[in-house]
């Protein structure tokens, strides 16, 4: 199965399920019709995601997700000329989900398809709209599951610099904030809290990691041993001190991040840099991103924010990358790593 159209008019349909959010989203002639994001909301109460019931969730939505994404584009499956959807990483089941649909309709409607890697679709979200940074650039790319800084090169060609060894700094956010008392997901709230606090108010260690790599274990575990010290002192030592203990971790996180990208800068003469991810959405961490740039006489680039959580449009947009290279996949490729 090839494709039949000029790549500039290629309608793509791509679909997303790597995590708990099942999504699908249209994109034809340089341009998104449709980003339809079906959430699941069951998991707040228990401080995190259940892997079983996310995948149970997707096969519950991801036909009505789909059909709506279509809709809203003005397409029927016909009009369609590709597929790309989510090949990893991810939570096995909920992959699969994606996986298994996107080749059952490719199958049953001659569609080519292809898999498409959740992370370059992250950092590709900076040419779906707005402004376009220009190549090489670096980008950070920072989620609940992964953070790495890459460089972009030419014909999308993405070169892994460094990454985390251990926990991922939205899995940092999330675990700070259940030591806070914050309900799950914990990153968009540490960061309106912190607006109202001094981010210079308590110290917290980062962790020495050789070259352009980050950890953040020994992190979560200094903020741990803090709040056990001072709440033995105060039981309500955080209810009184939550916006400067928002503020004064969101600080450390940010800093550390930025400190490496400076570093990546300075090592290759890029300073035109970008940012992707859902921890790319963070206040505090855009601002910095723009200052960092500004130093160095350079550009800061963003996506939209609905383009840095999980979401299809970047997986529709990347897809269309794949499919004009003729990058196809198999209906016996299974493969939920980076290839």
């Given at each position: ?56 969730k ?26 790309s ?87 940092a ?37 050789a ?60 300073n ?12 505090e ?16 680039y ?35 790593t980076?290839?």
């Amino acid at each position: 199965m090839e494709l039949a159209k000029n790549n500039s008019q290629l309608a793509i349909l791509g679909i997303e399920s790597s995590c708990d959010d099942t999504s699908a989203s249209v994109y034809m002639n340089g341009k998104i019709y449709s980003n339809v994001v079906a959430s699941q909301k069951i998991h707040e109460e228990f401080g995190g995601i259940v892997p079983e019931w996310a995948s149970r969730k997707h096969q519950q939505n991801i036909v009505p997700t789909v059909s709506a994404a279509l809709q809203q584009a003005g397409l029927g499956i016909d009009q369609i000329d590709g597929i790309s959807c989510t090949q990893g990483p991810g939570l096995m089941g909920s992959l699969l989900v994606g996986h298994s649909f996107a080749k059952g309709l490719s199958l049953s409607s001659g569609i080519p398809y292809v898999n498409v890697d959740h992370i370059d679709a992250h950092v590709l979200s900076h040419f779906i709209d707005g402004d376009i940074p220009p190549l090489p650039f670096l980008c950070l790319l920072v989620s609940g599951g992964h953070t790495q800084i890459v460089v972009v090169r030419h014909d999308f060609e993405i070169e892994i610099l460094g990454k985390t060894i251990d926990d991922a700094a939205g899995e940092a956010f999330d675990k700070a904030g259940k030591m806070l008392n914050l309900p799950y997901p914990a990153g968009p709230i540490i960061d309106q809290k912190a607006k109202m606090g001094d981010p210079e108010a308590f110290q917290f260690n980062t962790p020495n990691v050789a070259a352009l790599d980050f950890s953040f274990s020994g992190l979560k575990t200094s903020i741990l041993y803090f709040l056990q010290k001072e709440v033995r002192k105060d039981k309500d030592f955080v209810a009184k001190n939550i916006n400067d203990l928002c503020a004064s971790i969101q600080h450390t996180i940010v800093s550390y991040l930025v400190s490496k990208l400076e570093k990546a800068m300075k090592q290759t003469g890029i300073n035109h840099i970008g940012i992707a991810g859902g921890v790319a959405a963070n206040s505090e961490l855009r601002s910095a991103l723009h200052s960092l740039a500004a130093k160095h006489k350079g550009v800061a680039y963003e996506p939209k924010f609905e383009y840095c959580t999980d979401n299809a449009a970047m997986i529709a947009y990347a897809g269309k990358v794949k499919l004009e290279r003729k990058e196809y996949g198999t209906l016996t490729d299974v493969c939920f790593t980076r290839k």
